[in-house]
């Protein structure tokens, strides 16, 4: 097992949405975008290499690298047009349907903020956390 913690409160993303938009910064953003990752029942190789072993996800063991999480947000903010970046992962095992991360993005125009994105949900996933799932 990756740890023993349990998985966290989800985060209120009406609230997250409301303190960035408060942010001085926000006057210069156009555009905010969500992702919100969960725990879905296809393994990861069947949607994303198309190998399928009949199997299912009944759960999720995930667990995350804190400083590597801190420093691809520190250079998402290096991004063109990228003025507010809020992650929150959850950590433990988590089962269908839980939430995995949330990110949300703001920037001044879309291609910049869907950049933004791309590329630091795909950092967290690639760099910063470890999801062993659990088939049946």
């Given amino acids: 097992m990756i740890n023993e913690k349990k998985k966290k409160q989800t985060p209120s993303i009406d ?3 409301k303190e960035a938009k408060t ?6 953003e156009g555009m905010f975008l969500v992702h919100n990752g969960v725990v879905r029942q296809t393994p990861k190789a069947k949607v994303r290499q198309g190998i399928d072993d009949g199997s299912l996800v009944k ?9 590597k999480v801190e420093a ?4 998402t903010y290096k991004m063109d047009g990228i003025f507010h970046v809020r992650v929150w992962l959850n950590e433990g095992q988590l089962e ?3 939430d995995i991360m949330y990110v949300l993005i703001g920037g001044d125009i879309r291609p910049h903020v869907i950049d933004a994105l791309q590329f ?3 950092k967290i996933k690639t760099e910063c956390v470890t999801e062993i799932e659990q088939k049946m």
């Fill in 23 to 28: 942010d001085p910064a926000a006057l210069q």
């Fill in 15 to 17: 609230e997250w949405l």
């Fill in 59 to 67: 759960g999720l063991e995930f667990a995350y690298n804190a400083e």
């Fill in 96 to 98: 269908l349907g839980d």
């Fill in 72 to 75: 691809a947000i520190a250079e």
């Fill in 120 to 122: 630091l949900v795909g």
